[in-house]
């Protein structure tokens, strides 16, 4: 059997036993091992991958014969870093829960969801893509309405509402467009060679959009996104940022922009624009924010702003530093999300007025964080510069005044990243945290495998880089816009 057929079907029976599980402490550790045995899948891909413009592991099934729709997956360089994302941040987001009291339907959802993340970076037709994206909505709607904290179903609702409309809109762009092949099939190659007119493109263009742009999410379709990233519980929040908002990014290389060119040609400097509004909104929202794990979610919208905005700039550097930092932003992010679980843990709190001198009794987490913050900050020799040096490199291309606004999330990161870790770790400390206890066990097996993963990727970035090369030169070439 395939390797990549192996891939998609182990979480979603992975997630079948895990639902008769109901001891807390067997459900926790057998779903540990489940996770990370699906990470080794990972590695036949990795060693057998070729660097080309080729899609490899192909492997296409009958599905429903009557309306040409076919079960086609293979990976490239642009998704298989993706994979590889998921796969390696599904056990560790695991392995952060064993301080929490979840029976095995939650790490049930988590591995549903996780067959609709692979699904979604697998998916060369886009019926099966469809499929993928809306598989993934369900159980992280479940597992944000059930464990999350506050008015959580009146937020998940709109979530919910927000996404499942652009899913609709998205839905009808496909079955239109699949109506005008020649064969009515939703093959990715068939769609992105269709003549379409002008005007069409341009509709298409705003119904993948606004499907893709909520996911992400980019301004002005962000505003489910702080609420349900705070309320929800920390691992729904680690699987939200971490890897789902990254389906939408993904989205916009591998579907919109190559299937309706002329409509990117029309309205993509609108879309890059509005990317970039978002970022430098979000950031000063930032500033104000005293909640620390709201303060992290918008963060999230300023760097996914910035990853968009180097998505529709549309040339090697753009792209190939989106798809850097989409796995940078994934692991930083569910790094600080754990971070301040583990603040809420010890103190009861995660409001930063009321927080102050932890690092004295936990200087093993003032030291993690400290590079995590950095990371975040993209200081050089971290993941995230990395990544944010080639997507500002790529919108310069677009205009300096792009760029100018864009490089505005490095001195914005800086200032509430810094606020942050000043507010919680350093002056005196406070007299009912003095007893507090530092990282050890599991907490420290993660932060420290996550911190490994930021410098690594920030000495080492020609490994991914290389990954990614060949298939997003092929790709602008397809697409070009001069």
Same mark, same amino acid.
């Given at each position: 059997?395939?390797? /990549?057929?192996? %891939?998609?079907?182990?979480?979603?029976?992975?997630?079948?036993?895990?639902?008769?599980?109901?001891?807390?402490?067997?459900? @926790?550790?057998?779903? %540990?091992?489940?996770?990370?045995?699906?990470?080794? %899948?990972?590695?036949?891909?990795? #060693?057998?991958?070729?660097?080309?413009?080729?899609?490899?592991?192909?492997?296409?099934?009958? $599905?429903?014969?009557? %309306?040409?729709?076919?079960?086609?997956?293979?990976?490239?360089?642009?998704?298989?870093?993706?994979?590889?994302?998921?796969?390696?941040?599904?056990? /560790?987001?695991?392995?952060?829960?064993?301080?929490?009291?979840?029976?095995?339907?939650?790490?049930?959802?988590?591995? !549903?969801?996780? #067959?609709?993340?692979?699904?979604?970076?697998?998916?060369?037709?886009?019926?099966? !893509?469809?499929?993928?994206?809306?598989?993934?909505?369900?159980?992280?709607?479940?597992?944000?309405?059930?464990?999350?904290?506050?008015?959580?179903?009146?937020?998940?609702?709109?979530? !919910?509402?927000?996404?499942?409309?652009?899913?609709?809109?998205?839905?009808?762009?496909?079955?239109?467009?699949?109506?005008?092949?020649?064969?009515?099939?939703? *093959? $990715?190659? #068939?769609?992105?060679?269709?003549?379409?007119?002008?005007?069409?493109?341009?509709?298409?263009?705003?119904?993948?959009?606004?499907?893709?742009?909520?996911?992400?999410?980019?301004?002005?379709?962000?505003? $489910?996104?702080?609420?349900?990233?705070?309320?929800?519980?920390?691992? &729904?929040?680690?699987?939200?940022?971490?890897?789902?908002?990254?389906?939408?990014?993904?989205?916009?290389?591998? $579907?919109?922009?190559?299937?309706?060119?002329?409509?990117?040609?029309?309205?993509? #400097?609108?879309?890059?624009?509005?990317?970039?509004?978002?970022?430098?909104?979000?950031?000063?929202?930032?500033? @104000?924010?005293?909640?620390?794990?709201? /303060?992290?979610?918008?963060?999230?919208?300023?760097?996914?702003?910035?990853?968009?905005?180097?998505?529709?700039?549309?040339?090697?550097?753009?792209?190939?530093?989106?798809?850097?930092?989409?796995?940078?932003?994934?692991?930083?992010?569910?790094?600080?999300?754990?971070?301040?679980?583990?603040?809420?843990?010890?103190?009861?709190?995660?409001?930063?007025?009321?927080? &102050? &001198?932890?690092?004295?009794?936990?200087?093993?987490?003032?030291?993690?964080?400290?590079?995590?913050?950095?990371?975040?900050?993209?200081?050089?020799?971290?993941?995230?510069?990395?990544? *944010?040096?080639?997507?500002?490199?790529?919108?310069?291309?677009?205009?300096?005044?792009?760029?100018?606004?864009?490089?505005?999330?490095?001195?914005?990161?800086?200032?509430?990243?810094?606020?942050?870790?000043?507010?919680?770790?350093?002056?005196?400390?406070?007299?009912?945290?003095?007893?507090?206890?530092?990282?050890?066990?599991? *907490?420290?097996?993660?932060?420290?495998?996550?911190?490994? !993963?930021?410098?690594? /990727?920030?000495?080492?970035?020609?490994?991914?880089?290389?990954?990614?090369?060949?298939?997003?030169?092929?790709?602008?070439?397809?697409?070009?816009?001069?």
């Amino acid at each position: 059997m395939n390797n /990549l057929l192996i %891939l998609l079907l182990f979480p979603l029976v992975t997630a079948v036993v895990l639902l008769f599980v109901k001891q807390n402490s067997l459900a @926790k550790r057998l779903a %540990l091992i489940l996770t990370l045995i699906q990470a080794g %899948l990972s590695i036949p891909l990795i #060693t057998n991958f070729v660097p080309d413009a080729s899609i490899q592991f192909e492997q296409s099934y009958p $599905w429903i014969s009557q %309306l040409n729709i076919v079960f086609h997956i293979g990976l490239d360089g642009i998704s298989l870093p993706l994979i590889l994302l998921t796969n390696a941040l599904i056990p /560790l987001i695991v392995l952060g829960t064993f301080g929490s009291n979840f029976k095995g339907s939650f790490y049930a959802l988590v591995s !549903f969801m996780q #067959t609709g993340l692979l699904l979604v970076f697998v998916a060369l037709d886009a019926f099966t !893509f469809y499929v993928g994206w809306e598989l993934a909505l369900i159980p992280i709607y479940f597992i944000c309405a059930l464990w999350g904290e506050g008015d959580r179903i009146a937020i998940n609702l709109k979530f !919910f509402v927000y996404t499942f409309l652009g899913s609709i809109l998205m839905l009808v762009a496909l079955v239109f467009l699949g109506n005008q092949t020649p064969g009515g099939d939703y *093959e $990715w190659a #068939t769609l992105t060679s269709l003549s379409l007119s002008e005007s069409t493109q341009g509709w298409v263009f705003w119904a993948f959009f606004f499907a893709f742009a909520v996911k992400i999410p980019i301004f002005p379709f962000h505003t $489910w996104q702080p609420n349900t990233y705070t309320f929800a519980p920390t691992a &729904g929040t680690m699987l939200l940022a971490g890897i789902m908002l990254k389906m939408g990014t993904y989205a916009l290389i591998r $579907w919109l922009i190559p299937v309706v060119p002329e409509g990117v040609q029309n309205y993509g #400097t609108f879309a890059l624009t509005l990317a970039i509004i978002g970022l430098v909104y979000a950031s000063i929202i930032a500033f @104000k924010q005293r909640d620390a794990k709201r /303060l992290i979610a918008y963060s999230s919208i300023a760097h996914v702003g910035l990853i968009s905005a180097g998505i529709f700039s549309w040339n090697q550097a753009g792209i190939q530093g989106a798809i850097f930092q989409m796995v940078s932003h994934g692991i930083s992010v569910v790094a600080l999300f754990y971070v301040i679980e583990i603040w809420m843990q010890r103190t009861n709190t995660r409001d930063l007025s009321e927080l &102050g &001198g932890l690092a004295k009794n936990m200087p093993r987490l003032a030291a993690l964080l400290l590079i995590l913050t950095m990371g975040a900050v993209g200081l050089p020799l971290t993941a995230n510069f990395i990544g *944010e040096f080639l997507l500002l490199k790529g919108v310069y291309e677009q205009g300096l005044i792009y760029a100018a606004f864009g490089g505005l999330t490095l001195i914005f990161s800086a200032v509430y990243m810094l606020r942050m870790y000043q507010k919680a770790m350093l002056g005196p400390v406070i007299e009912r945290f003095k007893d507090v206890s530092d990282v050890r066990g599991h *907490e420290l097996i993660l932060l420290v495998v996550l911190v490994g !993963f930021t410098l690594y /990727l920030g000495l080492f970035p020609n490994g991914l880089l290389n990954l990614s090369q060949a298939s997003v030169e092929q790709l602008i070439q397809q697409v070009n816009f001069n």
